[in-house]
């Protein structure tokens, strides 16, 4: 299968998408994959089809990734097993087009929290172009690698980079997300640092899980701000989560703001548990930069509208990555290229 088809087909599937979503043909879909796991609601399935469209499946902006690698039509084919995540939907697909585009075999090994979403995306690739077929194969065993790409926990990249210690690999760890607030943003502003927030209830690694804020500012500001995700409380698991933080925090005498769904709590860590989010006071920026690029290797995304000394994403942008936005900063094109 030549570059040309197998980016042809990758266009025909974001130009399928587009259209079903227009036509809300995939209603049937989402509730399989929410009835599957109880994180996959309707609305973050759809943001995720609609992410997918505008920046993975798009014809220009696959053309801008591409532009700069050389693809040839290689018959040695490498086989790249791919460990993927599962905590939001279709998390692993950016993997899956890199290796796919590439001209290589994946060997998936599937979370079973986002099997259907994922299967749904082959499947369709397969009905577009028949001989698509031969470059995907679920194997859990992950037998006869080439390459690896793993996504998983710290505990997991141990054991990973142990059990494959004599493949090239890509092995991704634990991360999470963070924002540098001024005091000087509007409430359109922090409205958009709403979804950097909320989006996905928090649970990818570009989710913003801790903000850093100047010392004299008032938290009110967000506490009033975040409302548009108040009906997560209504969502079960959610729930669960934060009326055992809430009880901890009651318990332990633990100073807290609570708005009735997130609660705000001081905290020097980066990683804040569901339906928490933990802030840090700054006196000024060279102490703030200083203290976050300690931590750079557990960050994805820094999200602000300070200049400041390493890159920063606007409000609103963090869970919506373009096709080089790559996870950990490392580039998986240039990776699979070297095989």
Known sequence: MEFEK???ALIELGDFVKSGLAKNEFSELFHQAYIHNNWFTEEFCQLSFSSLVSHYLNEDKLNEWLGKYTFS???NKKRIGLILAGNIPLVGIHDIISVFISGHISLLKLSAKDSILTKFFIGKLNEIDSESTSYFQIDDKLTGLDALIATGSDNSARYFEYYFRNCPKIIRKNRTSIAVLSGHE???DLKLLEKDIFQYFGLGCRSVSKVFIPVDYDLNTLIEV???YRYFIDHNKYYNNYIYHKSIFLLNLDDHLDNGFLMLKENQSNHSPLAVLFYER???TTELENRIILSKDHLQVVVSKEQLSFPTHT???SQTPELWDYADEVDTLNFIHKL
């Open 186 to 188: 509007t409430n359109e």
């Open 73 to 75: 039509n290689q018959a």
């Open 226 to 228: 975040f409302e548009k």
């Open 315 to 317: 409000f609103g942008s």
């Open 6 to 8: 197998r980016l042809k």
């Open 282 to 284: 700054y006196q000024n």
